[in-house]
């Protein structure tokens, strides 16, 4: 259920579309399978602290997972923006869920 190689994310975020606000960016395309795949980026730009990225991590796989049966058939990149380590986890959940609502209609 996960996006691991360069070629993935690559095609993902070429071929996909795209939603962005200001906590993620997040790519989608169909994959052709019975589920989706979750890849993420949360680089070290968008915080020095590894506990603040695994924090942010954390809540990406979460989401993902509470809503995997809306995102069946997509491959979805999430990449965090700088803002993400500034914000809590009910708001990082709730830009997350707004990405999801847009991506599966």
């Known amino acids: 259920r996960r ?3 360069r070629r993935q994310f690559d095609s993902t975020m070429k071929d996909g579309r795209r939603t962005r606000d200001e906590y ?7 994959n052709g399978f019975a589920h989706g795949r979750l890849g993420m980026t949360v680089a070290r730009k968008v915080s020095n602290a590894a506990v603040c990225r695994n924090r942010i991590r954390r809540q990406i796989r979460e ?4 809503h995997q049966h809306e995102l069946a058939g997509l491959d979805i990149v999430v ?3 700088t803002r993400a380590a500034l914000g809590d986890n009910p708001a990082l959940r709730l830009a997350l869920d ?3 609502k847009r991506l599966s209609h």
């Open 79 to 81: 990449m965090a923006n």
């Open 98 to 100: 707004t990405h999801w």
């Open 63 to 66: 989401s993902f997972r509470l």
């Open 24 to 30: 993620f960016t997040v790519y989608a395309r169909d």
């Open 3 to 5: 996006l691991l190689t």
